[in-house]
Structure formats: structure tokens, C-alpha cells
């Protein structure tokens, strides 16, 4: 992050980079004006400086974040006193700092990159506005771990004690995560109210939320011989992660730019992204890396239904007495059960599985980016999985 709380620099990229933007059509814009010229060079062979995008985002960061976190902590409906008031938005401020900072800002800056990779010539107005609106995905994000980090019993997240376990806050960890949750609705009609897909991007966050609910719900239930299959993995990660991971941000992006007519087609794509990412995600817990991750939950203690748990009942169909001992053991919070359930798994040689399947599926996602329909969002696509590709958190 930029030290600068307070200084909003330029947007670098308005204007030279701004003039090879990969597009076909003008963005829609919250003033409602827009540049009606086309550009006749092909998209991929003058791509946007994402070098330039990604600078413009960071030195915008802090100062965007901080007004986002004074908003949060300053929006009462209510008549409530000067001193109430106070301990509030004090209380609020914590949260804040606590739970949306420290994280890579991944997902906001994939919608940030696939904005600017589909417009052009976007005023200073604008890219504040969108900046607000993709910040606003980073909320979301945290409103779902904590309430994800109450529900799982966490112990540390992002390298420090989950929220529900600092002093003073407990259960009510879940009030705060659900007037976060509210503010992202608000953040983002203060930031574009006259912005003609206003309505569809707030319904894209609705849909997210409840569908990363249902995801939650399917992640929540211990795993057993009927349902830990890649069939309902597939689901889990559909509706958990792929959603709001993947799908929300570029929505978000190509609502902003007015470009509608692939939204299905970024759904496709999403869900195979959130797919290799879960997968991943599977790998680093079940290699225990709590360092990289910052996470101590342990998937195998919690009997969740995994790339690997679905992989190790897979292959001992063939092996009943020894299916049997991992039932008994996986789920189990006895270190000596959980120490057996993975000996198991690594008898298995799953770690050889899983490099077969990590080299499937980036053959699979390079094919997907090369044939989808928006040219002007390959290059960003592309970042994507390079980013995900050997990633160690």
C-alpha cells in the first residue's frame, strides 16, 4: 500500500494508455457522457498498461480505503447521542482496520484491471468512482471471512488473531460482519447514483452473497461416504468460490463498462478459475503451510469435503479395511486420528495426482482465455492464472 493516506494522485493511465484501451464500445460513465470514438487497432496487439493501471490503483489505495473506513464508521440511520455515537464508530473504526486491511486485494484488482482493459479516456470522476465501487469487493470479502472464521472456529487469519477472538468481541463479530455487509450496498450508490447499471451490479453483490451462502452452507457439513464426491466438491466450489472470487469482480467490471452481453461466458470462465483455485487452496492446507497461508484450520480436523478427501475415497474403492480406518480418523480433532487420516491420503500419493490435475487444468484455462469472446480481457486473464500458477497462499 502507498504510505500517502491522503494524497489522490493522477490517474497515469488516462491518457496514453487510455488512448490504446482494449474495446469496441464507450464505457457508460457516471456523468452519463461518453467517448463515442472507436478504436481500429486490434485489442490483444495494444493492450492497456496494466503496469500504469495497477500504479494508479496502489497510489489510490489508502486514500480510497481510509474514506471507505470513515463512511463505514460514520453511517448511523438513527438519532443517537454524541457520546454513543463515539463509542460506535470507535468500535466500527477497529473492525475496519482489523478485518478489510491486510489482505492482496486480489479480487479488486482484477476488477480494476478488467475495467480499464474495456474502456478508454476515463475521466479522473470516473476512475474514483469505479476504484470506490471495486474497493467495495474487498467488504464483501471481508464479511465472509469473518463470519466464515466464527463459523470454522478459526484461531488467526492473515497472519493475526481472527476478529471473533480479540477482547471484547465474541459473537459479536457476526453484527459487525453484517453492517459491512450492508455497507457495500451503500458505498457503492454514494459512489455512482446515476450510473445506468447501478441496479444490475447491486444485483450482482445480492446474488453473490446468497449464492456464497448456499456454497457456505454445502462447506460447513462434515464430509461422509455419501457426499464427499467430486460431484459435490464441484458444487461447493461453484457457488463458494468460484462466485465471488472470480465471477463477482469481473461482473462488477463489465457492468461498469457497460459491456453485458458476455456475462455468461465470464461465468464459465470463473468457474473454472475457482475451481484450480479451491484446488490449491486444498493443497496448501493439506501441506500444512500454516506460515504461507496465515491460517491454522485444518480441513482434514474438520472433515471437510476437499479436493484431496474426494481424491483418497476415490482411490480406495478397492481397499474397504482401509477406507473404513480413514472414515474413523478424518473429522476427528484427535491429533493421532488426524496425524492417521493423512499418512493415509499420502499413501495414496495424491501429491502425484494432484500435479496431473494442476497441469490439466491450466491447459484447459490458456485454451478458455485464448477462445473468449471480450479480446480486450485475454491479457488480463492471462495475469490471472499466471498469478495462481506455483502461488504458496
Known amino acids: 500500500m502507498a504510505p500517502d493516506l491522503t494524497t489522490t494522485s493522477s490517474p497515469r493511465f488516462l491518457g496514453t494508455a487510455a488512448a490504446v484501451a482494449e474495446s469496441n464500445r464507450p464505457c457508460a460513465t457516471e456523468s452519463g457522457n461518453e467517448d463515442a470514438s472507436i478504436m481500429s487497432s486490434s485489442p490483444e496487439q495494444n493492450p492497456v498498461d496494466a503496469v500504469a493501471v495497477m500504479d494508479y490503483f496502489d497510489s489510490n489505495l489508502d486514500s480510497v480505503t481510509g474514506r471507505l473506513r470513515d463512511d463505514f464508521a460514520a453511517s448511523f440511520y438513527q438519532n443517537l447521542g454524541p457520546n454513543e455515537r463515539e463509542i460506535l464508530s470507535k468500535r466500527f473504526r477497529n473492525f475496519f482496520n482489523h478485518s478489510v486491511y491486510g489482505g492482496k486485494m486480489t479480487r479488486s484488482r482484477l476488477s480494476f484491471g478488467v475495467y480499464n482493459s474495456l474502456c478508454r479516456n476515463i475521466s479522473p470522476a470516473d476512475a474514483q468512482s469505479a476504484l470506490t465501487v471495486v474497493l467495495s469487493i474487498e467488504l464483501l470479502q471481508a464479511t465472509f471471512l469473518v463470519i466464515d472464521d466464527v463459523m470454522d472456529g478459526g484461531e488467526t487469519r492473515r497472519g493475526k488473531p481472527c476478529w471473533h477472538r480479540m477482547p471484547e468481541v465474541g459473537l459479536t463479530a457476526l453484527n459487525h460482519a453484517l453492517r459491512l455487509q450492508n455497507f457495500v450496498n451503500i458505498s457503492i450508490m454514494n459512489a455512482i447514483p446515476n450510473h445506468k447499471n447501478v441496479g444490475p451490479i447491486l444485483k450482482t453483490v445480492w446474488e453473490t452473497i446468497q449464492i456464497s451462502s448456499d456454497g457456505q452452507e454445502l462447506d460447513g457439513l462434515s464430509a461422509s461416504s455419501e457426499n464427499c464426491t467430486f460431484d459435490r466438491y464441484r458444487q461447493i466450489v461453484a457457488n463458494k468460490t468460484s462466485r465471488y472470487t472470480f465471477y463477482y469482480p469481473m461482473a462488477v467490471a463489465l457492468l461498469l463498462a457497460d459491456e453485458t452481453a458476455h456475462l455468461n461466458e465470464v461465468l464459465k470462465i470463473s468457474e473454472a478459475f475457482g475451481y484450480f483455485f479451491q484446488a490449491q487452496d486444498d493443497l496448501l492446507d493439506f501441506l500444512d503451510n500454516d506460515t504461507a497461508s496465515g491460517k491454522t484450520c485444518c480441513d482434514i480436523r474438520e472433515g471437510k469435503c476437499t479436493w484431496f478427501a474426494c481424491k483418497t475415497i476415490e482411490k480406495l474403492a478397492n481397499s474397504p479395511d482401509k477406507l473404513d480406518t ?15 487420516a493423512r499418512e493415509i491420503m499420502l499413501e495414496c500419493d495424491l501429491l502425484a495426482d494432484f500435479r496431473l490435475f494442476e497441469r490439466d487444468a491450466i491447459a484447459k484455462l490458456n485454451t478458455q482465455i485464448a477462445e473468449f ?3 480486450a480481457v485475454r491479457p488480463a486473464l492471462r495475469i490471472i492464472l499466471q498469478g495462481l500458477i506455483g502461488r504458496k497462499k
Open 326 to 340: 480413514f472414515w474413523k480418523c478424518y473429522g476427528s480433532s484427535d491429533p493421532s486420528n488426524v496425524t492417521r
Open 373 to 375: 469472446p471480450l479480446p
